[in-house]
């Protein structure tokens, strides 16, 4: 029979995927005991810092390469595996993981980490192979299956579940209290011009309105990646004007911050299907176009695409409600999003079910797959790992070595130079 608890493994490169994972591991543990939950940060140029990685509550990870992941999922039995990671590492692990007995092998879950309005087709073909593909949304469970099915794979990984972090009070107004927040993002928009424009309108919306507080929620602070590389933080432009004594720059849990929202306000952050969740009021700025380089094309017949200039004068968007329940958002507080996830991972926990069977293999994608697995070093995964050697062996700590040199630059010594050069 199965466990009570799962023992589960959750493999991330970055401090969004950590937190997605982290928090999916929990919503897929049965009732009962508390899950048995083990983090893995994959190191890469992206690795989170203890305060972010603290904000998921389930402490420290181990950090490991790809090549110490199989071994330690090989040795310690673990019951799931839930992989937080970008498409192209879930394509490696996955083939990795092939090559343990089916014994011995995790059920495998994979997702993404928020709204999907790009590398839809890639990153769904590279993901393909795990047990449970876990989709967000009704919307996001047509698009997966439409793809697999569109190209002959298995559609049948898709699970409609949610959003792990959505949840939180329900949003009520408080009288005398009007909190405005202005939720950035590392890489949208990417110019310097596009971030000042943002930040001055914001800084312009709270001289207009001074009896309001107005935040500007950062992902990260100062010297800290996230999933998507900050060349120009707002904090550094923020130094360059003149801000109204009413706009502050805050920083910590999404969760806390809309505790304590009126109107959030973003280009295309993950924050907005948080908030919308809750109730909060929400508008989705067009002022720098409506472009799938911006990724708030996504939110096309929300009804919550507005500008700047219609905030200043007070109006606010309605959400369309056919939008929110396809996004699955507001769903009565009784609703188990996640129950037929944990029902597939129980089907497939069970003896005799098939192996990885991944879309891409060295038979439909010869002149792509090598170079995926190449990235991370596991370009003989189809052998079993027993057979690794003592080169392989000294391979490995080599280029462990060398990558931690370069995570180093990428992570220390780049800023400071990118610092003293703005001196």
Not at 150 to 166: H, I, K, N, Q, T
Request: zero cysteines; a positive charge; hydrophobic letters at 40%.
């Amino acid at each position: 029979m199965p466990s009570l608890t799962y023992r589960t493994a959750v493999v991330a490169d970055s401090d969004t995927r950590w937190k997605w994972g982290a928090l999916t591991a929990r919503r897929l543990a049965p009732p009962g005991p508390a899950p048995d939950v083990t983090g893995f940060a994959l190191r890469g140029r992206a690795t989170p810092t203890a305060r972010q990685l603290a904000e998921t509550g389930l402490g420290t990870p181990r950090e490991v390469t790809a090549a110490e992941l199989l071994r330690a999922l090989r040795e310690e039995a673990y019951d799931v595996v839930v992989l937080a990671t970008v498409g192209g590492t879930v394509r490696a692990l996955l083939h990795g993981l092939a090559a343990l007995a089916p014994e011995r092998r995790p059920v495998t879950v994979t997702g993404y980490v928020g709204v999907v309005y790009e590398k839809l087709t890639d990153g769904l073909l590279l993901r393909h192979g795990a047990d449970v593909v876990l989709a967000n949304s009704p919307f996001d469970a047509r698009r997966f299956r439409q793809v697999y099915e569109g190209v002959g794979a298995d559609a049948s990984p898709v699970v409609e579940a949610a959003l792990p972090f959505l949840g939180g009070t329900p949003y009520r107004p408080v009288p005398g209290r009007h909190t405005v927040v202005f939720a950035a993002q590392p890489s949208v928009p990417a110019s310097r011009a596009e971030r000042l424009y943002l930040l001055r309108r914001l800084a312009g919306y709270a001289r207009l309105h001074p009896g309001r507080e107005v935040l500007l929620k950062l992902r990260s602070k100062p010297g800290e990646h996230t999933t998507h590389i900050e060349e120009l933080p707002y904090q550094r432009l923020a130094r360059t004007l003149p801000l109204p004594p009413n706009l502050r720059l805050v920083y910590g849990n999404m969760g806390d911050v809309l505790d304590r929202t009126d109107l959030l306000v973003t280009v295309s952050s993950t924050a907005a299907l948080e908030a919308l969740h809750r109730g909060v009021p929400t508008a989705v700025l067009s002022d720098l176009g409506v472009r799938e380089a911006l990724g708030n094309h996504y939110f096309v017949g929300s009804g919550l695409l507005t500008s700047w200039d219609r905030l200043d004068a007070g109006e606010e968007p309605a959400p369309d409600p056919d939008w929110l329940a396809d996004q699955g958002l507001r769903a009565a507080p009784d609703t188990d999003a996640f129950a037929a996830a944990r029902a597939r991972i129980e089907e497939r926990r069970k003896p005799g079910a098939p192996p990885v069977a991944p879309y891409y293999t060295v038979a439909t994608a010869p002149g792509y797959l090598p170079g995926v697995l190449g990235r991370h070093h596991l370009e003989a995964a189809q052998d079993a790992p027993e057979a690794r050697g003592v080169r392989r062996a000294l391979r490995d700590a080599v280029r462990g070595t060398a990558r931690g040199a370069y995570r180093h630059g990428v992570q220390r010594v780049a800023p400071l130079i990118r610092r003293l050069g703005e001196l």
